[in-house]
């Protein structure tokens, strides 16, 4: 069955847009051949640094025939109509249409058959869509072209079954190789590609994927990421562990790596002694920021003075240019770094701190100073919730925790804010709880960032966040929809994780602005349905909680979720809930019908019905159990004490008339059903609760 071949070949395309541009090539071509009516039974992208390629197989040899049926005018229309409508249907005479009845009036109705193309035409319009709407994140335009792509492009290869598919792009660029360039084989695809840039560099014919793939890998060039990404793993690790050393782990930066070369060969280098001293963070960030080198740890976990760098070529001499080369680059950057790093010690991070005012944090928010001091006064103020935080050390924490932003390492490497600042601390003598809550005040950057967990950083970290949050809500620059530029999500949900696995008592009502502590509450609300959901609770049981107003403790909010969770999946509460509802609706019924509330006291002396007497006692037994239960916070025994009502509610619903034709009787009896909603709504608002 026939293979749709196409390579899209360019510039170098930079490594982070490459992953998804080949899954758009094959998203756009696929679907467009499926539009088409083509099927087929494999379809795979692949991405190099200069090349897209994709593979379609067992597609058919012509596309279906296509029927099109066409409603035409009314029986007996005149003939301009009918004239009109053979003609639009390309048909000679009513004789090759059909008589149908639509309603009560009769129509013509015209049926053609298109007969399908053969693969080579049919696949033209797939192609044609994804050259044209592939969404590059960037493109450009080059020469006296119009059209744009994300780097010059060079070459069309589109064939099927080896034979070139009249398709036609961009003017290209770099076609010099082709044996008889001409104006017309550079717009027009071909059954042609090159190898590696500078180790075969000539253009060769392919006939089929197999071929292509063969070929390309006898020049130089492996076609799969994936196969890529494991030689550079590999001959990585088998380097370090030649010197008894380990390779860091770093995937991010082994996927980049896969994206700049086409043929990996791993090398390694060292680093000269003197730049050791330098803190590891800023000598791992250096190499892998500018240079995208792989560090290697000694077995304890310290860095070791040894880089793992990957060529896109063996090189000549066994690769000793190439390692000398790296070696020497890497000695200037970070003779800059150590340059940095001797000279903001010289600095007091405390003098460092008045700099700060000529830094804005926001237009509306002051300067980063003015930042400073807000979060000063609310950590210290956090500080009676965190256990075991030192109040004058918070405050020291918080008044240093923005002063290396205006060091030299930070404005060269904005990543290591913090990092630097605990640095610096440490050098000057500060305590080490403080330096540490320099660092950690950041964190958690995103879900898998470790949350803070001494004391001392965990209150700075918390004021951090909060006074983000207060201060963009109270100049009304909340979230709308999926747009978050201030990252008020990602700090809330930070916020969320701090609280709940340090198991913090924080009042979020009192400690937030008045101003918008309703809004924050919702927005915590929304955040903690985010976080909860990732855990398997429903949105809905928060919303029960949550309804009862003023909570604004996560940790007690969460954990009368939790036994309001694990209290519905018992029967009990199953069947409470529905009595809830049932109780709800037949006082809500009564109310509207008699334009009257029914939540009034219960009169004891006009039960009757030995069930509703019993369901009396059982609520009103249940209410000091419950109301202690919650107050000290045993919300499990607060279930419990409403499981013990069940037996009584089940009887009332089974025996007893609610509209007796007694007026008192049925007034009394509405307002137990009240009370039924009283004592359930205790725990939780169950009208909130789907399901």
């Given at each position: ?7 899209l ?14 899954e ?10 499926k539009?088409?009516?083509?099927t087929f039974?494999?379809?795979e992208?692949?991405?190099?640094p200069?090349r897209l ?8 040899d ?5 029927t ?5 005018p ?13 003609k639009s ?13 639509v ?10 058959t ?20 592939l969404?590059?994140q ?20 589109a ?7 009249a ?12 044996e ?19 180790r ?6 392919v006939?089929?994927f197999?071929?292509y793939?063969?070929?390309l890998?006898?020049r ?30 770093d ?9 700049l ?14 730049f ?35 060529a896109?070529t063996?090189?000549?001499?066994d ?22 790093w ?15 005012k ?16 807000r ?83 965990v ?8 006074d ?12 709308t ?61 928060i919303?029960a ?25 018992t ?5 409470l809930?529905?009595a809830y ?57 607060a ?8 037996g ?10 609610v ?10 009896r509405l307002?137990l ?7 359930l ?11």
């Amino acid at each position: 069955m026939p293979e749709l071949l196409l390579e899209l070949l360019s510039e170098e395309i930079p490594a982070r847009m490459q992953a998804r541009a080949a899954e758009d090539l094959k998203r756009l071509v696929t679907d467009k051949l499926k539009e088409a009516g083509l099927t087929f039974t494999r379809a795979e992208s692949y991405v190099t640094p200069r090349r897209l390629a994709l593979v379609v197989d067992g597609l058919p040899d012509k596309q279906p025939d296509q029927t099109e049926e066409r409603k035409g005018p009314r029986v007996g229309s005149p003939d301009q109509a009918i004239q009109g409508f053979l003609k639009s249907a390309g048909l000679a005479s009513l004789d090759q249409c059909e008589k149908r009845m639509v309603g009560k009036a009769e129509f013509w109705f015209a049926r053609t058959t298109k007969a399908g193309q053969v693969i080579h035409r049919a696949i033209v319009p797939a192609i044609d869509h994804a050259l044209t709407q592939l969404p590059w994140q960037k493109s450009m335009r080059w020469g006296n072209t119009t059209v744009r792509w994300v780097r010059p492009f060079q070459n069309l290869l589109a064939t099927v079954d080896g034979d070139p598919v009249a398709v036609e792009f961009a003017l290209v660029e770099s076609i010099e190789t082709i044996e008889h360039p001409t104006e017309e084989n550079t717009r027009r695809a071909n059954n042609l590609t090159f190898g590696h840039r500078f180790r075969a560099p000539d253009a060769f014919e392919v006939a089929n994927f197999a071929d292509y793939k063969a070929k390309l890998r006898e020049r130089f060039v492996i076609l799969d990421a994936a196969e890529r990404r494991e030689i550079i793993k590999r001959e990585a690790e088998n380097l370090a562990a030649a010197e008894g050393l380990r390779l860091r782990d770093d995937p991010g930066l082994l996927d980049e790596v896969a994206g700049l070369v086409e043929w990996p060969v791993a090398r390694i280098g060292s680093i000269d002694a003197a730049f050791m001293s330098v803190p590891p963070e800023v000598l791992i960030t250096s190499m892998r920021a500018h240079q995208r080198y792989f560090t290697l740890e000694t077995a304890e976990g310290k860095l070791a003075p040894r880089f793992v760098v990957v060529a896109n070529t063996p090189g000549d001499d066994d690769g000793k240019a190439i390692v000398a080369g790296n070696e020497r680059v890497l000695r200037a950057r970070l003779s800059d770094a150590k340059f940095f790093w001797d000279q903001d010690r010289k600095v007091k991070l405390e003098d460092r701190v008045p700099g700060l005012k000529a830094r804005i944090f926001h237009a509306k928010l002051g300067s980063v100073a003015d930042k400073v001091e807000r979060v000063q006064a609310l950590a210290a103020e956090l500080a009676r919730h965190v256990p075991g935080a030192d109040v004058d050390r918070v405050r020291s924490a918080a008044l240093l925790a923005k002063a290396d932003l205006t060091s030299g390492m930070v404005g060269e490497f904005p990543e290591l804010q913090g990092v630097m600042g605990r640095y610096y601390a440490l050098a000057e003598g500060e305590k080490p709880d403080v330096a540490d809550a320099i660092k950690e005040h950041y964190a958690p950057l995103g879900p898998n960032d470790r949350c803070p967990k001494a004391p001392v950083s965990v209150a700075v970290a918390l004021a951090d966040k909060l006074d983000t949050l207060v201060g963009f809500f109270s100049i009304d620059e909340k979230p709308t929809g999926s747009k978050d530029p201030f990252a008020l999500r990602r700090a809330a949900l930070g916020i969320i994780r701090i609280i709940l696995e340090n198991g913090l008592r924080v009042p979020l009502r009192s400690v937030a602005s008045s101003k918008v502590a309703g809004d924050l509450l919702a927005f915590f609300a929304d955040r903690l349905k985010v976080a909860l959901r990732e855990q398997g609770v429903r949105h809905d049981l928060i919303d029960a909680v949550f309804a009862l107003g003023g909570e604004d403790d996560l940790v007690r909010l969460v954990a009368r979720v939790r036994a309001l969770e694990a209290f519905l999946k018992t029967e009990d509460g199953a069947n409470l809930l529905v009595a809830y509802r049932r109780a709800s609706n037949i006082v809500a019924i009564e109310e509207k019908k008699d334009g009257a509330s029914h939540d009034g006291a219960v009169d004891e002396a006009a039960l009757a019905a030995p069930e509703e007497i019993a369901l009396a006692r059982a609520l009103k037994d249940a209410r000091p159990t419950t109301e202690s239960a919650l107050a000290s916070e045993d919300f499990a025994a607060a279930m419990r004490a409403l499981a013990a009502t069940r037996g009584a509610v089940d009887a009332f619903f089974d025996k007893v008339t609610v509209n007796d034709p007694d007026a008192k009787l049925r007034a009394n009896r509405l307002r137990l059903l009240s009370e039924i909603r009283r004592t359930l709504g205790r725990v939780a608002d169950f009208s909130k609760i789907e399901g």
